[in-house]
């Protein structure tokens, strides 16, 4: 669907039909199913097409990182980063007002404030200090969030005190006496997570009472065979009664699993087999509340006080702050209510809404966070947006191991940051992002990586032909000459690869994207190779000088179409180049860009663009995280 808005979109400005574009377009209409419940029917054609639909904006969400301390790398490609390329490919596409990307950190529940307890530090405090950290590290490897919020926020308390009332006063909410686990070596009721005991379903002696990391099966304390605290490891816990409030999740199975197997066609198997494993094992109301400090209180209005005194459980606030953050970002603006059009039906009718998570986040953005939406949205004036495509991650493992937070085993943002600058990272881990299956990070692949696509093709042929065109030229754009059939051949291998890259970058298939980029860049390199003007300039200057043209502009759409995934590298060579980056939009039409820098406009040589690893430093690296 979105496909062919962009094409709608950009049809002012181009003929992109000669330029052989298709911006995904085929395999948007091929799978074009109407995902979103909430809206008024989808407009189908009568052969069962979408008719063009001048859909213009794109929300995207990252799963919001826990707030407790730097995260890996496994993380960091397991959410954040692709979000944080898909939004700026769309960006490039849309433009900017039209595209709105979100993150977080996730700060309530009881991890937080046993880390707190343990630095020493009130957890507010603790989680003001970390999320700054965070949104540093985010910033330095070029996240570029609308907004990076945090789940703490007013903005957030308010948004999910609105939702729980919706609940409470359509009858999806019920309070209900439970048994909870109580540690008297702890002194203290346990939450889920910190009751600790072996998994009935796969066996697995570490799972956790909120989830297997496992088997990814939601579990309840009292199904750990064995359980035990894990902050004490006492097994001196007992189970007390205490009320807390459930969601009626059981009530909205049918309802999601028509929602899901609508989107089947678009949504990877990975998000889909998860969301059918969990709804076939049937879904069981869930309780929403804790007996903690640190949350979202509960409002007296609710249950006429009857959970005074308790918080929302982090995992009903933490979804709702994509809707915090959106509003923490329109308050900052001095726009209170311009997030209002990214999230509220109808105002929110052109909005493409797409999340990005680990398979771990599936679950709750499967059933959890959707139940929460459908639910409050029954009789609303403004129901909310629910998602529309969700893109699930595996894991990056390292080393052949997991990467391990607790172990300091493998690279954190900031450590890699320490040895290379953030590009080098970000291309790595996309071009070998988990998608299909778990990836395996290790320090000679990635090293071969850097190497090979960064320094050996990309920056040897910008480098190349800048070098060679100061020398030769002036360090000036030269005149003489004109195309012919080396550069139409160029125009048309770019324009086929250009158009496979946006299909794949429109389905978010990051590895194949990287892949065509680097045919990109291939190409560029091999025009320059073949045409030689090094050699050229000593018989035919005219051609020398046709070559080099073509190269430099060859370097200016190639650093536009890398900028979603190196987008430093890409403004060192726009730089470079004395061009500006912002302004450009998408665009197939290779032969018009391989024209649009004339003739006369000064450049300059840029420093090496990026430096190889040594074998020196893969082994010390490999001795400093641990692997082997
Ligand atoms: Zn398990």
Redesign the pocket.
């Known amino acids: 669907m979105w496909g062919l808005a962009a094409r709608h979109d950009l049809h002012r400005d181009q003929d992109i039909a000669r330029a052989g574009m298709r911006f995904g377009g085929a395999r948007g209409l091929e799978k074009g199913g109407c995902s979103d419940m909430v809206r008024a029917p989808c407009r189908v054609a009568p052969g069962g097409n979408h008719q063009i639909r001048p859909m213009t904006r794109v929300l995207i969400t990252s799963a919001l990182p826990y707030v407790n301390g730097v995260k890996h790398l496994g993380n960091l490609v397991g959410s954040m980063l692709p979000a944080d390329v898909f939004a700026r490919y769309q960006r490039l596409k849309l433009g900017a007002d039209n595209v709105l990307a979100i993150c977080a950190t996730d700060e309530h529940g009881a991890p937080a404030e046993i880390a707190a307890l343990e630095e020493g530090l009130p957890v507010a405090e603790y989680c003001a200090k970390w999320h700054e950290v965070q949104k540093r590290l985010g910033e330095s490897f070029h996240l570029s969030f609308d907004n990076f919020g945090r789940s703490s926020s007013p903005q957030n308390r308010e948004l999910t005190q609105e939702f729980a009332r919706a609940l409470w006063k359509n009858g999806f909410l019920e309070v209900r006496t439970t048994r909870q686990v109580y540690s008297h070596a702890d002194k203290r009721f346990l939450q889920d997570r910190f009751v600790i005991g072996t998994?009935p379903?796969?066996?697995?002696d570490r799972?956790r009472g909120d989830q297997?990391e496992?088997?990814t099966?939601v579990l309840d304390p009292t199904d750990l065979k064995s359980p035990r605290s894990a902050l004490s490891g006492s097994p001196d816990i007992e189970v007390r009664d205490t009320q807390h409030l459930f969601l009626k999740q059981s009530e909205f199975s049918d309802r999601l699993r028509a929602w899901i197997s609508s989107n089947e066609a678009r949504w990877s198997p990975l998000v889909t087999s998860i969301a059918f494993k969990w709804l076939d094992e049937g879904l069981r109301d869930r309780g929403i509340t804790r007996d903690l400090e640190w949350g979202v209180p509960v409002p007296d209005d609710i249950a006429d006080g009857a959970l005074k005194g308790k918080v929302f459980y982090v995992w009903f606030d933490a979804p709702i702050e994509y809707i915090g953050a959106t509003r923490e970002w329109a308050d900052a603006r001095g726009t209170p209510d311009a997030w209002v059009r990214w999230w509220r039906m109808p105002e929110a009718g052109d909005v493409t809404y797409f999340q990005f998570m680990g398979k771990d986040n599936v679950p709750f953005h499967t059933v959890g966070f959707p139940v929460t939406v459908l639910g409050a949205n029954e009789g609303a004036a403004h129901p909310w947006k629910l998602v529309d495509v969700i893109k699930g991650f595996n894991w990056l493992n390292y080393d052949g191991g997991k990467f391990s937070t607790s172990q300091k085993r493998g690279v954190f943002m900031d450590q890699a940051l320490e040895l290379l600058p953030a590009d080098q990272w970000r291309w790595y881990l996309m071009a070998n992002a988990p998608e299909g299956s778990d990836a395996n990070f290790t320090w000679e692949h990635f090293a071969g990586t850097v190497n090979k696509d960064l320094a050996d093709v990309l920056g040897n042929f910008v480098n190349r032909i800048l070098k060679f065109a100061t020398a030769r030229f002036e360090g000036k754009v030269p005149e003489e000459g004109a195309p012919g059939a080396a550069e139409e051949e160029l125009e048309a291998r770019l324009a086929a690869l250009i158009a496979s890259y946006t299909d794949n970058l429109e389905a978010m298939h990051f590895r194949k994207a990287c892949a065509d980029l680097r045919a990109i860049w291939v190409a560029g390199n091999e025009y320059v190779t073949v045409a030689a003007p090094w050699t050229l300039i000593k018989t035919d200057r005219a051609a020398a000088a046709t070559a080099v043209r073509t190269g430099i502009n060859l370097i200016r759409l190639i650093a536009h179409l890398s900028s979603p995934f190196i987008p430093s590298m890409s403004h060192a060579m726009l730089a470079a180049l004395r061009v500006s980056d912002s302004h450009w939009r998408w665009t197939g039409d290779a032969a018009a860009e391989l024209r649009h820098i004339r003739p006369g406009h000064v450049f300059d040589v840029p420093p090496v663009l990026v430096r190889k690893i040594e074998d020196a430093e893969i082994a010390a690296w490999q001795e400093r995280f641990g692997g082997s």
């Open positions: 998994c379903h796969c066996g697995y799972a297997c496992n088997c099966r």
